[in-house]
């Protein structure tokens, strides 16, 4: 006569495990959301399956070059700033909505933002995640509009921003003009103090 081997469980909808209640390997059953359980050696209680909601991943860094260890989906709230002094920041829609996946965080920013005064370079602050990459990479296409005229001619360079610039240990970006070099509050200022940013793009996380 066969036996049943029945492991631990809780009919409590979204109960976990306690660490004290499990030894390494053991398996721990919610029946009432369909999750499963156990302890790892380090002592630690890991959800591995969730019934009807696809893979759970632990999001704990792995160095393993054939480990995909993370992925989670968020929103962040983008804030602006400058590199000398902060502008005073008036009327703004703002979305950024994101996804990381391994050590790549995707993202789709948009953001439409009235600034008066500041000085020095304007940052983009909020990234969900300190940025690994080369300091001088460009990451991302992002068409910038001034009020929201494109502006072209020898004004273009300082304002018209085609790429958007991570650096390294950093959650924020600086907008890039079309000449490289960083669009500043003066130059949004002298274009009516509102601009807009539509961006796609993705970069490296630790």
């Known amino acids: 006569m ?9 009919a409590t909808a979204g109960a976990v495990p306690a660490a004290g ?3 390494p390997r053991e398996l721990s059953i919610n029946t009432a959301d369909g999750r499963l359980f156990t302890k790892t050696t380090g002592g630690a209680v890991q959800e591995f399956a ?3 909601k696809g893979m759970t991943f632990g999001n704990v860094a792995d160095a393993g070059a054939t480990v995909l260890d993370w992925y989670e989906e968020g929103s962040s709230t983008i804030t602006v700033t400058a590199s000398v002094t902060n502008p005073t920041l008036g009327a703004a829609t703002k979305s950024c909505k994101w996804t990381r996946m391994g050590n790549v965080v995707f993202f789709q920013l948009f953001i439409e933002q009235a600034i008066t005064g500041g000085s020095g370079a304007l940052f983009l602050n909020g990234f969900p995640y300190p940025a690994v990459v080369d300091t001088s ?3 991302g296409f992002c068409p910038a509009h001034i009020n929201p005229t494109e502006i072209t001619g020898a004004d273009q360079p ?4 085609t790429g958007i610039k991570f650096s390294n240990g950093t959650s924020y970006v600086r907008l890039q003009g ?4 960083s669009i500043s509050c003066a130059a949004v200022a002298a274009y009516g103090g509102t601009f807009k940013v539509l961006c796609n793009g993705h970069y490296f996380c630790a």
């Open 178 to 181: 079309s000449d490289f070099s």
């Open 2 to 10: 066969s036996n049943a081997i029945l492991h631990k469980y809780s």
């Open 21 to 23: 209640s499990l030894t």
């Open 137 to 139: 990479a460009v990451y």
């Open 158 to 161: 300082a304002i018209y921003a």
């Open 50 to 52: 969730r019934q009807g």
